[in-house]
DNA sequence: TTGAAAGCGCTAACAC
DNA sequence: GTGTTAGCGCTTTCAA
């Protein structure tokens, strides 16, 4: 342990209580002992202990940012290293927004990955005594196991109807809706559909689900063999494309529910001389920043991650600090990127 | 605060030494009483406070990782997140691969992001008490303000000379000269570089070596007007090749130091009708997942996120143990993957 | 084999 | 306005 209280104590030649009245600005304290101990402070370049202080029943300043389906599971192999599903960009750069903020306002950011079990969350939150935490993309089975935490809990990108949690999100669905009715309104029919697997109170059924209205809409029937779940990596998009593509030769359009599998659609189809959008076209979720650079640019339903992580950490820390929030579920605006990936039939 | 030592000691009708005891496998407890204790600490889901446990000094198992670089200064405003610099796969993939092995050695990761000053990651330290710290990417100024702190503290992608730290990374320099000298082989002579700023002891300053060490090698100059350096991201190589290409229309082949930048130079590229690689070829740097997935695919020099993730944690861990580690600089292995974006001239 | 008690660094109630 | 002190939850020495 380096410089204690008692050290700023000694050396200001005052108790160990008029140091914390000073570093806390509590009680009254003459100007003059108080610029004696900040010299020392200073001087000894004093820190205070965030696990005492934490012992004595202050709040521990810690965030804990739990990202549940983070990579693969088997990625603790390190022979496995080559298959790493590292390479979806939303989880870092929702952590940068969350970190940002939370850092600002004087926390620090405890970052919980997928390798821990559901149960074992609990575990960490009670040990590190967390003030609160986010969870993106929470599964059902995570959350019944935090129902009866008591610390406050928001949730990105979940569908659950437990009232215990804030969430903040945004409306898939009608994401999904608008992606399929842009391909509908331009004279496409046969329209296949790529998207994660679909869980319960994911984003993924919420697309899907809007990717159905749009259809029954138009009195269009939803077939079995234009839809195909896969993992929402780069893989998934290039193997979900090739399925479907044989599954119906009539297919004139995609809607891909995450860029990340676009890119992987983009390669599939280059290999096989489709052109898009002259043969097929593709409308895709999320707009990430490389969507634009694709050739032919990816149109696409635009989400601010930078929002997400933002407006949760803003919950989060409000609720923390006890203030009454109003709204349990903040639902943030998407809309419709047009750009060269679709073509008029 | 939920329930403490004491509690289990009252239901397991031991004193709170034992309960310490039993669930740090000290002293010599009869078979009975352990099996008391750990029936009362199961029924009351008992989990001791790190922050007690720390206070009696013991380690936090709290492992600091520090991103200096991660997104735009300016981040905090919000208005600005449109240009939110985000993109860059890197900090993502690595932090995974931290986490991932960390959690499994018993660590929890404490993300430090860019906001953060170089004075005030002294304080964190500090404060929260860390058993050791990762730094991604350090700038030298960072790095002086941290050599008299005692923790140990390894560098990923740093070229310092100061002794204190442990470094992991690649051979930057050799992975610019292999880039280059590929180029060179296949008759190109005119080879634009497109790299970051370069910055001391940074990577791009020794993939800037490698590239003139190979021209220098067949006798080529290096001029000026071949070299742009760029912000890391999209928009850096998407602006870097235009101003390139108008310096000088004799260019046949780019060498950029991040496969990130190639992204904007493959779009910059398409808009100008130039054809890769039948216009101008193209070596990058990383072997991002996504590059196999560009349309030509990218020849790039691989190197591991995971592995650079893996072996500082692993190396951190040893060195928390104090454990005697030999090298004090691990060098991971690098090599060309050749595809498409390049011909023979 | 188990327990009593000191003490880690800090805050806050209370006394002066 | 400042100091004394109890106590947060835990580990560990020492005694029994």
Redesign the pocket.
């Known amino acids: ?1 380096g410089v ?3 050290d700023v104590a000694k050396e200001a ?9 000073v ?2 600005n ?5 100007d ?3 610029e004696k101990v900040l010299k020392a402070v200073k001087k000894l370049g ?4 965030l696990s ?2 934490n ?4 709040k521990s300043n810690l965030i804990g940012v739990l990202i549940p389906n983070w990579g693969n599971a088997d990625r603790l192999s390190e022979s496995s290293h080559d298959n790493f599903n590292f390479d979806n960009p939303f989880y870092g750069n929702i952590l940068n927004s969350i970190e940002t903020l939370s850092t600002k306002e004087g926390y620090s950011i405890l970052l919980i990955g997928s390798t821990i079990t559901a149960d074992k969350v609990k575990n960490v939150i009670l040990q590190r005594d967390l003030d609160g935490l986010i969870i993106i993309g929470a599964l059902p089975k995570l959350i019944d196991n935090l129902s009866e935490i008591k610390i406050p809990i928001v949730l990105i990108d979940s569908y659950t109807k437990q009232e215990e949690f804030y969430k903040v999100g945004i409306d898939d669905e009608y994401g999904g809706y608008i992606a399929t009715k842009h391909l509908l309104d331009l004279g496409h029919k046969e329209i296949g559909l790529i998207s994660g697997e679909l869980i319960e109170d994911g984003v993924d059924m919420e697309r899907f689900k809007g990717y159905k209205k749009a259809l029954l809409e138009r009195n269009l029937p939803i077939k079995e063999e234009n839809i195909c779940n896969v993992g929402v990596s780069m893989e998934g998009g290039y193997y979900g494309i090739e399925k479907l593509l044989k599954q119906n030769q009539q297919l004139t359009a995609i809607f891909s529910t995450a860029d990340i599998m676009s890119m992987g659609i983009y390669k599939k189809l280059n290999e096989l001389k489709y052109k898009i959008p002259e043969d097929i076209s593709i409308v895709s979720f999320d707009n990430f920043p490389y969507t634009e650079f694709l050739h032919p640019s990816l149109s696409t339903v635009s989400q601010s991650v930078f929002l997400k992580g933002r407006r949760a950490t803003e919950l989060l820390i409000d609720l923390i600090a006890g203030d009454r929030v109003d709204k349990q579920t903040l639902t943030l605006p998407i809309k419709l990127i047009k750009r060269d990936s679709v073509k008029r039939l």
Do not use: H
């Open positions: 342990m204690t209280i008692k030649k005052v108790s160990i209580a008029t140091v914390s009245y570093i806390n509590k009680g009254n304290v003459t003059e002992t108080q004093y820190q205070p202990n005492a202080r012992l004595v029943g202050q």
